[in-house]
């Protein structure tokens, strides 16, 4: 069974850092496209990362230069570095492909 | 960046009764492979989002047969054909044609 399942989140203050990560189980991270999506308290979905099979990452413009996606082919892991955090950065993290969704983490930028 | 506007805002559907709800993309979503990268999602309250249609016409594994999609190039639809219960929540449509991937604002479906 496909599973994905995100940790790492949490309060942080403005300007701080957190990795998220993503266990992923029943499929292959490296032979997969993989994204994070974000989604603010009460609000819509937001696409925030991909990195593709062949490693290409992707970004979104709010995030690109601050946040960087990556995956652990040995781990079947997907990560999130976020750095530099902001209060609009306060949501719910998930780790997904369109097909399947993880549980989602949540990040609170506060001081 | 493609910007994808969802109307109606919101829904409220007597169960049994059919629901339809639009996606319209400012570019069209039809990729030279012959492919058209609009999906549609439901996240159901306190839930993740879950897979309905991709494609823009095809129904994903385990999704009820009372759930369609249709539409090609900058407009799309997605229909219920008797909305039960447990169809609450929020119904979203996302490109996936180009970077950024941007979603639809979603369309809220609640019982009468």
């Known amino acids: 069974e496909e599973q994905l399942v995100e940790s790492g989140g949490g309060l942080v203050q403005p300007g701080g850092s957190l990795r998220l990560s993503c266990v992923v189980s029943g499929l292959t991270v490296n032979s997969n496209y993989m994204t994070w999506v974000r989604q603010a308290p009460g609000k819509g979905l937001e696409w925030v990362s991909l990195?593709?099979?062949?490693?290409?990452?992707f970004y979104a413009d709010s995030v690109r230069g601050r946040f960087i996606i990556s995956r652990d082919n040995s781990k079947n892991r997907l990560y999130l570095q976020m750095n530099s955090l902001r209060a609009d950065d306060s949501a719910v993290y998930y780790c997904?492909?369109?097909?399947?969704w993880g549980q989602g983490t949540l990040v609170a930028v506060s001081s | 960046d493609i910007v994808m506007t969802q109307t109606p805002y919101s829904l409220s559907v007597t169960p049994g009764q059919p629901a339809s709800m639009s996606c319209k993309s400012s570019q069209s979503l039809l990729h030279t492979s012959g492919k058209t990268y609009l999906y549609w999602l439901l996240q159901k309250p306190g839930q993740s989002p879950q897979l309905l249609i991709y494609?823009?016409?095809n129904r994903f594994s385990g999704v009820p047969e009372r759930f369609s999609g249709s539409g090609s190039g900058t407009d799309f639809t997605l229909k219920i054909s008797r909305v039960e219960a447990e169809d609450v929540g929020v119904y979203y449509c996302?490109?996936?044609?180009?970077?950024?991937?941007?979603f639809g604002q979603g369309t809220k479906v609640e019982i009468k």
């Open positions: 990195i593709s099979t062949d490693g290409k990452t």
């Open positions: 494609e823009a016409s």
């Open positions: 996302v490109h996936t044609i180009q970077f950024p991937w941007t």
């Open positions: 997904a492909r369109l097909t399947i």
